[in-house]
C-alpha cells in the first residue's frame, strides 16, 4: 500500500486512484498504433472522438478542482504534503495553463499560506516551512513575502545550528571533565 494513503481520507485516495487510472486509460488508447483494418473500420468513431483528449483534460481538471475545495474547507490549504489545495490547483493549472478558477483561488489564497507558513517557522517545523515556501514559489516565484519568509527561515535555521553546536560543546566539556575521550 502506498504510504500517502495513510494520510488521506479514504474517499480521497480513490479518488486519485480513479483520476490516475482514468489518465493512464487515456495514455493507452491514444498511444497504441491502430493497424490498416483497423483504420478503415474505426475512421468514423475516430472523428466522432477527436475531441476526446480535451474533454479527458476537463474532466481531470474538473475532479482535481473539487479535490482543492475540499483541501479547503477541510483547512488543508498547504499542508500535508501530497493532499493539499494548493498542490491540487497548481496541478490544474499544469493541465489547463489558462484556468481562471485555479488562478483566483491560488491568487486569493495566498496571504493566508504566507501567513501558515511564518506558523510552521514560528513552531520550528524548518523542514515543513521549507517545502511549504518551495510550493509557494511554483505559483509565485517573485513574490516580496516570500522572499521575507526565506529571510525568517534561514534564521531559524541559523539558531538552530547553533543551539545544536553549544549542545555539542556542553557535551564534549562535560565529557572531559568525566576523564572521557
Known amino acids: 500500500m502506498p504510504r500517502f494513503l495513510p494520510v488521506v481520507s479514504p474517499r480521497y485516495a480513490l479518488t486519485l486512484v480513479g483520476l490516475l487510472l482514468l489518465t493512464g486509460g487515456v495514455f493507452l488508447r491514444y498511444s497504441r498504433a491502430p493497424t490498416n483494418a483497423a483504420l478503415n473500420v474505426a475512421a468514423p468513431a475516430a472523428a466522432a472522438a477527436a475531441d ?3 474533454d479527458e483534460a476537463q474532466s481531470g481538471s474538473a475532479i482535481l478542482l473539487g479535490l482543492a475545495r475540499d483541501a479547503m474547507h477541510d483547512g488543508r490549504l498547504i499542508a500535508p504534503a501530497g493532499s493539499n489545495a494548493f498542490e491540487f490547483y497548481l496541478s490544474v493549472l499544469q493541465l489547463e495553463p489558462g484556468n481562471r478558477t485555479a488562478d483566483e483561488a491560488l491568487r486569493e489564497s495566498f496571504p493566508r499560506a504566507a501567513e501558515e507558513v511564518e506558523r510552521t517557522i514560528n513552531q520550528n517545523g524548518l523542514d515543513e516551512a521549507r517545502r511549504e515556501i518551495d510550493l509557494l514559489r ?3 516565484r517573485d513574490n516580496f513575502t516570500l522572499a521575507l519568509l526565506g529571510g525568517k527561515l534561514s534564521a531559524a535555521r541559523n539558531l538552530e545550528r547553533r543551539q545544536h553546536e553549544a549542545e555539542a560543546a556542553r557535551i564534549r566539556q562535560a565529557n572531559a ?5
Open 52 to 54: 476526446a483528449p480535451g
Open 138 to 140: 511554483e505559483f509565485d
Open 177 to 181: 571533565a568525566r576523564g572521557a575521550p
